[in-house]
């Protein structure tokens, strides 16, 4: 049976896991946290982030990281961009890849907020280029993934390296009720994931503002030109921005009710302050953090992304959603 480690404990990594037990491959899921790790082993289910899902017999809960990369086939990297890097160099200083070279595949959809890299490039950076390192990416909520409802989402790579491993992280995750779609273009499908979080939290904050669903489609469009613009200009195609990984994860993420970034937009969009939004969500937002790296990276592009920037200044306590609203209406007009 393939054997394969999914890193963070949270919802997407329980939901991946279960996604692959229930299709025969041992997973062990690694979490640093070990009361929660403990409850999961003995109740066989994530009571915090996936409650009544009942966990594949196939899942091996640990906080053993080196007995999680332990002989596994595959490294799936679920955790929150800010504490990537440490757990990676971590992994690199106990782990023995001299002989095999387990492909890493990151699910991420954030920033390193230090550096404003995409996690692949932080894998690349950590293990000089020698690990294949993949990105998973596109319209999928933790919870339907757990429960085994149709799924269909992107497996990215940069160029023609490591074939072999494509191929078996392709087979990997299409069965069962998951679809996957392939793609060279690994910069459109990471920043896809990445950018759609943030115009949906523009679309959370319209929602909480009921500024009507007028609006919201107005909105969406015009995100995605942003999302466009941007992948663009760092090297990623058009083309990608307009499928599952971006356009399909964008109408997900600003419109589905299970999304968090959305839910954290309403909250402020209704008046709360950022930390009140991100207590009543209660899980991590990567675009808070995110934002900000988004609006670097485009100004260093020439890149104009007023929706982006208006939420990065919302989240920066430099402006309000009623005054950034007002802003983006009164902008100079132009051609679309």
């Known amino acids: 049976m393939l054997k394969v480690c999914v890193l963070g404990s949270g919802s997407w990594g329980t939901a991946i896991s279960q996604h692959l037990g229930n299709n025969g491959v041992i997973v062990k899921l690694w979490g640093r946290n070990v009361t929660q790790i403990e409850e999961i082993t003995k109740k066989r289910e994530n009571t915090k982030y996936l409650p009544q899902i009942s966990l594949s017999e196939n899942i091996f809960p640990t906080n053993d990281l080196a007995e999680a990369i332990n002989d596994v086939s595959a490294i799936i990297l679920c955790l929150p961009s800010a504490s990537t890097r440490s757990i990676l160099e971590t992994i690199k200083s106990i782990a023995n890849f001299e002989n095999r070279r387990p492909p890493i595949i990151s699910t991420a959809k954030g920033l390193e907020k230090t550096s404003n890299k995409r996690i692949s490039q932080v894998i690349s950076e950590v293990f000089n280029d020698k690990i294949p390192n993949f990105v998973i990416s596109g319209p999928s909520f933790a919870l339907e993934v757990a429960k ?20 078996f992280c392709t087979r990997l995750f299409h069965r069962g009720s998951m679809r996957i779609y392939t793609s060279q273009d690994l910069i459109g499908v990471e920043l896809g ?14 929602d909480g503002l009921q500024l009507g669903m007028s609006a919201r489609a107005a909105l969406l469009t015009r995100g995605l030109k942003e999302l466009e613009r941007l992948v663009k200009a760092e090297g990623g195609s058009k083309k990608t921005a307009a499928g599952l990984s971006g356009l399909g994860d964008l109408i997900l993420t600003a419109t589905g009710e299970l999304s968090r970034n959305r839910r954290f937009g309403i909250f402020l969009g209704e008046g709360h302050s950022i930390e009140e939004s991100k207590t009543k969500v209660g899980q991590t937002i990567e675009a808070v953090t995110t934002a900000q790296s988004a609006l670097e990276l485009a100004n260093t592009k020439g890149i104009e992304v007023p929706i982006i920037e208006q939420v990065a200044e919302i989240l920066s306590c430099k402006t309000t959603p009623l005054k950034a609203l007002q802003d983006l209406m009164t902008r100079e007009q132009k051609d679309e």
């Open 148 to 167: 085994g409802l149709p799924t269909a989402i992107v497996l990215a790579r940069e160029g023609e390296n490591f074939e072999e491993e494509f191929s």
């Open 193 to 206: 994931g990445i950018l759609k979080n943030i115009i949906a939290i523009a679309s959370g904050i319209g």
